[in-house]
Structures are given as C-alpha cells and as structure tokens.
C-alpha cells in the first residue's frame, strides 16, 4: 500500500461524489419519440454507452462495468462487462453488489417524504420539534474557521434543509480546519472504505448509533447559517436519526419496510450477509497504471455491521435493485402494480426543495437544484432526478422522458475517471441517435 501514498487518496475524494450526473442536461435537447434498434440488442441500442464500458473495461482500467437502461416502468436492459474481482473469472452482472455510496442519499431522501406525505412530519418543521438538542444551534462566524469564535443562528434548521444540503451542517470530506478536526475528534464520520490502514483515510472511530450521531452534530457549530448555502454534508445521515425517532423504527428497519420491501428491492444492504459476498464486487483505487486493491470483497468492511446505518453513504446495492428503485420512481410512487409511495410524495421528492435564494452555482451542481437527496435539473434537464456515488455509480431517471439509466463500477477516488459526467453524456448521445425524424 505505499504506492497509494504518491495519490489523492483524500476523504474528501473517496466519499464524495463529484459533479455526478451534470452532464444530464443534455438529455433535455431529445424530444419524445424514441426508435431504439431493438433487433440489435441491448448492447446495438446503445452504443455510445457501450463503447464507454468497452473503454474501461478492455484495457483493464476498470475492473467491471454494468450498466442499466430502461424505459418507463419496463424492465430495464443491462450492458456489463468484466469481473467482479480481478483474478477471479466472476463476471459482473444485474446481481453484483456495488458500494452505493452517496448514491444512498436519495433513497433517504424518499424515505423522509414518506413520513411527510402521511404527516408525521413537516417539510418545513424546525429540526428540534424532533430533536431538542438542535434548539439553540451556533454557527461559525468565519466558516472552515475558528471553532470558538461563534453567533447565534438566526433562524432554525428545518427538514427541507437537511433534504437539500442546506441545513449547515459539515462534512469530514468538505470541511477544512478546526471544525474538520473537531468532527473527526467526536466520532462524527458518515461513511467507511477499507479495514486497512490507508493514508489519508484513517480518521479515528466513529461513533456507534445514529442517536449519538445526531448529539455529536448537535453541540458542534454550523459551518453556514441555515438555509443559506448549499454546502454537502451530513444532513442526510443525520436524517436517518429524524425517520427513527418519527416512525419508532430503527432507521435501517423503516427502509427495509417501507421502501426495500415493496419495491422488490431483495439485495440490499448497509451489511453484506455471508451468503452474498459471492456477489460483491471488490473496490479499487488506480494507481501508475495498475488497479489497487482498497477493500477486497472476500475481506470488504461491508461484511461487517457498521457503526451506525448511515443514510447518506452506507448502503450496497446491486443494479437491478437501484434500478427497481428508479423504477418505482417513474412510476410515480408505483411499482408492479404496488404502491410504495403517493404520486405528490414522488413529485414533490423529486422537485426543487432549495430555499429560493440558495445559489446553486459551482462544480457539484453547476447551477441545477436539489430535492430529497437528490440533483435535480432545471431548464432543458427538467424532469431529471438523480445522485451519484464516490466509488464511480451514477443513477438518473427523467420522469418527463420516461428514461433511466445508472451505471456501476468500483475505484476510488471517482475524479480518477470523468465516469460520473460521461454516462449521462453517452446516455444522451444514445437517446438523440434514437429520436425519430420531425
């Protein structure tokens, strides 16, 4: 593991996911009326999106690649190419288990709509009706500076801030400074890589439930005051702990419920159970040319039971199961003739939550909005909902277009690999080769 030393093997790059699906907004310039060349074969359908799998996969860039493509509610096609773990013949398919990541941070978000949509909580509810040690919160006067030198909010955190990133909370992977440390120092780490020792990434031990998750954030300072920045941060994991005290479920028990459940969402997990190892891929980081192996599937950190379920980078999925989640979304709550949703929940999760005056301009959103946990588009990307995760997924729906597509693969840190902007780029190619002449 010394050769990882000479690489950007930062937190910050490991856990985030970057500009992910930006490049979504050229999906808005193809019309209604697709003609996919359906003799072809998933693979002649798209072929944009085949070549860049191709493109990794044959030199050995990446281990693995599959891709799911789908239209309305049908079952989706999957493009896959490569294995599981290098040196074993394993390939990947529909059924492997990827690390999704930030990619976890949508369904989060939809699993707070939920409780919204049966009222059980408010969209625009002060954080502390729920949590009371959020009463009194304190913000920085100089972000990412003194930790000592603070104000008084002047005005709560509300759910919609949590949903959308604008509560103020921090992040071990954004921050810098005091602030970082004191996160770090408390225990306050939402997402894991490696059992091993890895420069950079060894940032002590977190802590082990979401309630002491949610009193740790609580007498730490805001990095921004509440509804005012988009800042990426914890605010989807401490959201874990709001859908656990609401609903009186642990919050890993109300997603298997209420959204893995009735989705058909079979395969996945915050742990891999022993009996599907077999199906996890192995995560890598490139380094000089070759592919490092960072958390080996027959030994990953996701076989054991995390500290806490963290909704905002804990969960492992497999593409038929992400994509069923797409799925139901595009079916506005509905799924094989199964409600898992309302139609003005789905709606609404997938419109702009964001305070009006929120810029959102700058690399990780480029000017898009944002609503439960997810990017959403604007302008010519309107209808586009969707998020990305730092170990190189990718997933979108348009729900005007009747399209979804995700992407998986495993390498770390994801700005490696312009993965997270290409996929939707050869995705829009496809879709524009596919239209129909006027």
């Not at 921050?175 to 990434?201: C, F, H, N, T, W």
């Not at 082990?208 to 988009?230: C, H, I, K, N």
């Not at 959201?239 to 642990?250: A, D, L, N, T, Y």
């Not at 348009?398 to 998986?408: F, H, P, T």
């Amino acid at each position: 593991m010394n050769a990882m030393t000479h690489t950007e093997l930062s937190r910050r790059n490991l856990l985030r996911g970057s500009a992910l699906i930006g490049a979504g907004a050229a999906l808005g310039g193809t019309p209604f009326g697709f003609t996919p060349a359906r003799a072809a074969g998933i693979d002649g359908q798209w072929p944009a999106v085949t070549a860049l799998l191709d493109s990794y996969v044959t030199p050995h860039k990446l281990a693995g690649m599959v891709a799911a493509l789908g239209w309305g509610t049908a079952e989706p096609g999957y493009i896959a190419r490569g294995v599981q773990t290098l040196g074993d013949p394993t390939p990947v398919d529909a059924n492997s288990l990827f690390r999704c990541y930030s990619m976890t941070k949508p369904i989060t978000g939809m699993a707070a709509m939920l409780l919204i949509d049966e009222g059980k909580l408010g969209l625009d509810q002060p954080l502390s009706d729920i949590l009371p040690k959020f009463a009194r919160m304190q913000v920085q006067v100089t972000p990412d500076g003194s930790i000592t030198d603070l104000k008084p909010v002047a005005q709560p955190i509300l759910i919609r801030h949590l949903l959308t990133h604008t509560a103020g909370l921090g992040y071990t992977i954004i921050q810098k400074g005091p602030i970082k440390k004191a996160y770090e120092d408390a225990g306050l780490i939402a997402g894991q890589v490696s059992r091993m020792s890895i420069p950079g990434l060894d940032r002590g031990r977190p802590v082990q439930s979401l309630a002491a998750f949610a009193d740790g954030l609580a007498a730490m300072p805001l990095v921004y005051e509440p509804g005012t920045r988009w800042s990426y941060s914890v605010a989807l994991d401490l959201m874990g702990r709001v859908i656990e005290v609401v609903s009186g479920m642990p919050f890993d028990r109300f997603l298997a419920q209420r959204i893995f459940a009735p989705t058909g969402m079979t395969h996945s997990y915050f742990q891999v159970p022993a009996a599907e190892v077999g199906h996890l891929t192995s995560n890598y980081s490139p380094v000089g040319g070759n592919l490092v192996p960072i958390d080996p599937a027959k030994s990953s950190i996701y076989s054991d039971k995390p500290a806490f379920p963290m909704g905002g980078a804990g969960l492992v999925s497999s593409p038929r199961d992400y994509d069923r989640f797409l799925r139901m979304l595009a079916g506005y709550g509905k799924i094989d003739g199964r409600r898992v949703m309302s139609e003005l929940a789905v709606r609404v999760g997938t419109s702009d939550l964001l305070p009006e005056a929120v810029n959102t301009a700058g690399p990780m959103l480029g000017g898009a909005r944002f609503g439960a946990g997810g990017r959403v588009g604007v302008g010519a990307d309107a209808g586009t909902y969707g998020w990305g995760g730092a170990a190189g997924t990718v997933a979108f729906v348009n729900l005007k277009k009747g399209v979804r597509a995700s992407l998986y693969t495993q390498y770390m840190p994801s700005d490696v690999y312009p993965i997270h902007t290409a996929f939707p780029a050869a995705v829009a190619a496809d879709l524009t080769a596919m239209r129909r002449p006027a």
